[in-house]
C-alpha cells in the first residue's frame, strides 16, 4: 500500500520488521499485569499489538499513542510478534473510562447499549470487523456489475410522489412545498435503462416503518439494478447471481481477516441459484412470511429463488406472468432463511402503465415519459445491504450490521 | 465482458464481425433519406450503429429494435462498419413522437426544456457521455482510496440535528418527532477516525440553498473522506491529490468514448498541487468569491489549493492554524477555476470541542462520544460530483451533470 502521509508500521506488518526498531500509532486497547511486567495492547486499523512493559503502564483504555520498540518474535503475541523495551509517547488522551469494555473478546453489554454508544463501542475488532465486510461486499457488488457493462447512476432522494404506495412514507417541507424521501431509486433505475441500459445504486432508502423488528429499519443501504433488453424475470436472476458472486468473492479477497475473526462461514454461490414458483411453495397466503423463509432454506439450503409472487402483493410496474396474471414475473432471492433481494420484471409499454395506475398518471408524469418514447422490457432488483451482511456474519438483528441505525424510536447518535 | 443476457452484438463491436449476419438491438435514433435508399441509425449503450435500407423505413425514432444484417465495412458510416439487408422487427412503440430532437448532432432545446423531459433527453449521446464520466470518476475515487486502505462507511441522512449550522437544513417529520436532513456526513465521518482510521463514503447530501445559482443545488453526491494519524492539513491534501488523480486515470481508462464525443480535456493533475495560502491569495473578504477562484485559476493554471481560510468562515470543528488563531489548518481546491473540495485538519480533543461549542455540547453528545474516548490528529474532505464533472466537461452549470438537478423551483421529474 502507498503511503502518502507519515510512515508507521500497521500491527500486521510487524512481522516483516523483526530485529528491527519500529513505530506503531494507535489505542491502548488493553492491558495485563503479570508479576514484575505488563503486556499492552495496542489497537490500530489493522489489528492488535502486543508490547511488554516493565512494572506498569500508568496510561488509561483509549489512550492515542505512538510506541517506539524492537519487533521480536513471540508465539503468544497477536501475530506472534511483540515489541520489546517500547517508549510510548501519548498523542491523545481520552477525558473518562469508556461506557462498554472493549478489551473483552467478545462486547457483553446490551445491544442498545452497544447502539448507544456506537461511536466507541464500534471500535471494538468484532464490531468494526462487520463493516469491513459490508464495505467489501459493495466493492464486489460494482465490480461485478461494472464487468457486465452497468453505469453507476446518482438519483434524488427528494422525490414529489411515492415510488411504490402512499404507505411508510417521510414527508419532507421542501421550500414550503410537500415532498417526501425516496423509498428506493425504483423509477428513476427504470427510467434510465431508457438511456444507459444497465445502471445500478448503491445509496440510502428510506422507509418509515411503522413496526420494530430485527430486520426493518427507517433508513438503510439498498443495492439496486435495473437491466434492459431481457426476456423475462430469469434473466435479471442471472444477473442477482453474479452480483452475489461477485459480493462474496469481493469478502474473500478484502476481508479475509475480518471473516476469520467472527468465525464467518462463506457461502459458496452455485453457478445455478435453485427456485422454486411461489404455487409450489407451501405459502397460504399472498406473501411469504418470515417462517415460510426460514423453512424454505431449511428445505432447499443457503440460497433460494421464489419466483411468480402473486400479483395482488407487487406493485403496480410489475410485469404480469404471461397467462396467468394472477401471478407476476417477480422474485426475491433467500439467503440463510431471509429475503435479501426483492426483483422481477417489469411493465415497459405506456398503455400498459396507463392501466396499471387505472388513469392515474399525473404524480408520475416525468417517469412515464420513458415508456412514452420507447423502452424495451427490463427488470431489476433490490438489494439490502445491512441484511446481507447480517445473514453472513450471522447476526439475529440487522441493526448489528447497521453503523447508526435508524428506527421509530432511534434517530440518534 | 461476460453475457449472461441474450447474446447480441454491440454497436461498437460490429467491426470485428466484419462478413457476417449479426442482430443489434436499440433505439431508432435517426434516418436519413437518399434517393433510392435510407440511412437508419441505432443507438444502443455503446454507440451508434448505420443500417442501409432500401427505400423508406417507417418507423418512428425512438422506436425499440432488433436489426439483424450483414456486417460491412464503410467509412462514413460510424465505426467504420455498416448494416446491410437489414431486417428490422419491432420491440416497443413509442406512443408519440419525443419532445426534445436526439437525432441534433448537439441538442438545442434550452436548460429547462432539456431537465423537464430528462428521461428523454438523457438518451442523446452527449447527454449520457457526461454521467458515463461521472461513473467512471466515482470509481476512481474509491480505487484510489481502496489502494490507501480507506474502509467504505454508510451513514445516516435523517439526523437529528444541524452538521454545521442551522441554517440551509430541510426539516423532516420523523414519527412524529423532528429531523433535518444530513447537510453532510462530516460529524459521522470523523466519528469513524475512531475506528477505520481511513473513512470515505459517497452519497447525496442535502442543503435547503434559497439562491438559484450555476453551481449550487438542493440535493448532491458529496464524495467524502476522512483520514487519522496525520501531520496537519498539507497530509489531508496529499489525500486529496491522490483522489483526483485516480479519478483523472479511471475516466481516461473507462470513459474514453464519452470524453472524445465531448471533446472534453482531460487535465494533468500534477504530482504535487501547487498551494497558496489565503493571505497571499489577493482576497479582500473572509472567504473567495467565485470571481477570485476564476481569477486565481487565471494566474495558477487548472488546480489550486488556497489554504489557511480565516476563522471567520470555517465551521466550529475547523483547527486553528498554529500561533494563528484568526487562520485554520483547512483549504479549498480550485480546478478550472471553481472550488471542487473543501477539507482541512479537524480539531481531535474533547475540550477544544467544548470550548468551540461555548458548552452547547448537548445536540452533538453521539458525535462527542468519539473525542471523549481518545482520538488522533484526524482531517479530511469532500468533493462535488456535480462540479467536477462540470469543469471537466466544460458545463457552465451544474444542473447539466446532474440527472435529475433538485432546487428551489424544481422538485421533478
Redesign the interface.
Known amino acids: ?6 510512515m ?1 508500521v500497521l500491527s500486521t506488518d510487524l512481522s516483516s520488521h523483526i530485529g528491527e526498531r519500529v513505530t506503531l ?1 494507535g ?1 491502548l486497547h488493553a492491558k495485563r499485569e503479570l508479576g514484575a511486567v505488563s503486556f499492552v495492547l495496542v489497537r ?2 489493522a489489528g492488535l499489538a502486543q508490547a511488554v512493559v516493565d512494572g506498569t503502564l500508568d496510561l488509561r483504555p ?3 499513542l505512538e510506541v517506539e520498540g524492537l519487533a521480536v518474535t513471540a508465539s503468544q503475541a497477536p501475530g506472534g510478534v511483540e515489541l520489546q523495551e517500547p517508549s510510548f509517547s501519548v ?6 473510562a ?1 461506557p462498554v469494555e472493549l478489551r473483552r473478546p467478545v462486547l457483553k453489554e446490551t445491544l442498545p447499549m452497544i447502539l448507544d ?4 463501542a ?2 471494538h475488532p468484532r ?2 470487523a462487520k ?2 465486510i ?2 467489501a461486499s ?2 464486489g457488488f ?1 465490480r461485478a456489475l ?4 452497468f ?10 410522489s411515492a415510488t411504490e404506495t402512499g404507505a411508510n412514507l ?6 414550503g ?1 410537500p ?1 417526501f ?1 425516496a423509498q428506493s431509486p425504483q423509477l ?1 433505475k427504470q ?2 435503462v ?5 445502471v445500478y445504486e448503491v ?2 432508502v ?1 422507509r ?1 416503518e411503522p413496526h420494530e423488528t430485527g430486520r426493518h429499519l ?2 438503510y ?1 439498498s443495492l439496486d439494478a435495473e ?1 434492459g ?3 423475462d424475470h430469469f ?1 435479471v436472476m ?2 442477482v ?2 452480483a452475489i458472486a461477485g459480493m462474496a468473492e469481493a469478502v474473500r479477497e478484502r476481508a479475509a481477516a475480518a471473516l476469520e475473526l467472527l468465525e464467518a462461514p462463506l457461502p459458496e454461490v452455485p453457478a445455478e441459484i435453485a427456485w422454486v414458483h411461489f404455487e409450489d411453495a407451501g405459502v397460504d397466503d399472498v406473501d411469504l412470511a418470515p417462517a415460510d423463509e426460514r423453512r424454505l432454506c431449511e428445505e432447499h439450503g443457503d440460497w433460494l429463488f421464489v419466483t411468480g409472487f402473486p400479483a395482488a402483493k407487487r406493485p403496480f410496474y410489475t410485469h404480469p406472468e404471461p397467462g396467468r396474471p394472477e401471478y407476476t414475473n417477480s422474485f426475491d432471492l433467500l439467503f440463510r432463511g431471509m429475503e435479501i433481494v426483492t426483483g422481477g420484471q417489469r411493465l ?4 400498459d402503465y396507463v392501466a396499471a395506475l387505472d388513469g392515474e398518471t399525473e404524480p408520475y ?3 412515464l ?9 427490463h427488470g431489476g432488483f433490490a438489494l439490502g ?1 445491512e441484511r446481507w451482511t447480517a445473514r453472513l456474519v450471522g447476526a439475529r438483528n440487522i441493526r448489528e450490521t447497521t ?2 441505525p ?1 428506527d ?1 424510536s432511534r ?3
Chains 1, 2 share one sequence.
Do not use: C, N
Open positions: 500500500m502507498k503511503e502518502v502521509i507519515p508507521r500509532a489505542w490500530d486499523r483509549e489512550t492515542v498523542v491523545a488522551e481520552p477525558a473518562e469508556t454508544h456506537a461511536a466507541v464500534l471500535r464490531e468494526r463493516f469491513q459490508a464495505a459493495l466493492a460494482r461494472d464487468g457486465l457493462g453505469v453507476e447512476i446518482s438519483t434524488p432522494k427528494i422525490v414529489a417521510f414527508s419532507l417541507d421542501y421550500f412545498r415532498a424521501l428513476y427510467t434510465m431508457g438511456v444507459f441500459e444497465r445509496g440510502p428510506f418509515a427507517a433508513e443501504t437491466v433488453f431481457i426476456r434473466d442471472a444477473v447471481r453474479e415497459h409499454r405506456y398503455d408524469e416525468g417517469y415519459q420513458a415508456f412514452r418514447y420507447g423502452m424495451p422490457p445491504l453503523l447508526f435508524r421509530r434517530l440518534t447518535p
